[in-house]
């Protein structure tokens, strides 16, 4: 089985950017669809962005779309999360989480049987 570490979350300026990484080991990540999901305090964890095995497709909610790029390097065994224009309602702790059988992304969180122990992104105004 594969084993995820986030890591870049902070503390960060509204309109400024973070990049967070997810580093895989015990497996290759090249056979895993990778999704970023976020959990704000007292609300249900939240798919943000989601890329496929061979990073031909990806997907992000809307209010991320045109500030959040995902990425993969399979040969450094790690995903991305460029985050820039960051806004208040962004903070959350941030999850990586890896599905060997998903061909496609999926937003549901019980899909995907991999997750990291996820990272802080905290964004004042």
């Known amino acids: 089985q594969v084993q995820l570490v986030e890591s870049g979350g902070g503390l960060v300026q509204a309109g400024g950017s973070l990049s967070l990484s997810c580093a895989a080991s015990?497996?290759?990540?090249?056979?895993?669809?990778v999704g970023w999901f976020r959990q704000a305090p007292g609300k249900e964890r939240d798919f943000v962005a989601g890329?496929?095995?061979?990073?031909?497709?990806?997907s992000y909610i809307d209010p991320v779309k045109d500030r959040f790029t995902i990425s993969r390097d399979d040969a450094k065994n790690s995903a991305y999360l460029q985050m820039n224009s960051l806004k208040p309602e962004d903070t959350a702790v941030y999850y990586c989480?890896?599905?060997?059988?998903?061909?496609?992304?999926?937003?549901?969180?019980?899909?995907?049987?991999?997750w990291g122990q996820g990272t802080q992104v905290t964004v004042s105004s």
């Open positions: 989480a890896a599905s060997e059988f998903l061909v496609t992304i999926s937003r549901r969180d019980y899909q995907y049987d991999y």
């Open positions: 015990g497996r290759t990540l090249s056979r895993y669809t």
């Open positions: 890329i496929t095995k061979n990073a031909s497709t990806t």
